[in-house]
């Protein structure tokens, strides 16, 4: 069956660093998602992507972050300056008309 | 804008009882999906059931079933026959029904199965 997948599965990176975690979508899924939730917390929406462009971002989703999908297979959220609240789990989803499949999620520790 | 709301922040069940999970939601659109999602320690986010708002049928999964009250705005999940793999934090989620349209989270239900 198959499945979304993220990489890498927990992320530790300092603060101020740049990350990229990376995503492979179901292969005839065309919108794309990414979500973060923090421990114990809501998962909360922070973008929407079809079409090679940006179609819906939350407010937690400003000028640090960024998606792009470069080669039809992989689709990636980078965090340019990690700030300590960066710490969750981000979520990868797509989605043909109906539900989301989501990945099994990258932990992002901010240290 | 839409809202889900999840008003138990945990519930607990004897195995091979039943339970019901409660959500309501807010909006004003008239055709969309809501769906309950399960989430183990694992932290994947699984799918449990959908239900589409212009269907009166209340939907089943095997020991899963919602009440989908439309008028009401309330969109229950009933387990059955609980079972120790049930234990997990359920969400329930609604998005509209364009293709690309985010699908909105309730602060989930943790569920307890006693053995």
């Known amino acids: 069956e198959p499945e979304v997948t993220q990489t890498p599965s927990h992320q530790v990176t300092q603060m101020g660093q740049e990350v990229i975690l990376r995503c492979v979508p179901i292969?005839?899924?065309?919108?794309f998602y990414w979500y973060r939730q923090i421990l114990g917390q809501k998962v909360e929406f922070l973008v929407s992507?079809?079409?090679?462009?940006?179609?819906?971002k939350s407010e937690i989703f400003d000028d640090q972050f960024s998606v792009e999908r470069p080669d039809g297979s992989n689709f990636t959220l980078k965090i340019r300056s990690t700030k300590l609240e960066d710490s969750a789990m981000y979520f990868c989803a797509s989605r043909p008309n109906t539900e989301a499949f989501f990945g099994q999620g990258t932990r992002l520790t901010v240290v | 804008a839409q809202t889900v709301t999840q008003s138990q922040p945990e519930m607990s069940v004897q195995e091979a009882e039943t339970v019901t999970l409660s959500c309501t939601y807010d909006t004003s659109e008239s055709d969309y999906y809501l769906f309950w999602y399960k989430q183990p320690p694992s932290r994947q986010m699984i799918l449990v059931i959908r239900?589409?708002?212009?269907?009166?049928q209340n939907a089943t999964e095997n020991r899963f079933s919602v009440n989908f009250q439309k008028a009401a705005k309330s969109f229950s999940l009933k387990i059955s026959d609980s079972q120790l793999g049930d234990a997990a934090m359920y969400f329930c989620?609604?998005?509209?029904?364009?293709?690309?349209?985010?699908?909105?989270f309730g602060k989930g239900t943790r569920l307890h199965i006693l053995p």
């Open positions: 989620a609604y998005s509209q029904r364009n293709r690309d349209d985010k699908i909105i």
């Open positions: 239900q589409e708002a212009y269907k009166q």
């Open positions: 992507f079809y079409n090679n462009e940006i179609s819906e």
């Open positions: 292969s005839n899924h065309l919108y």
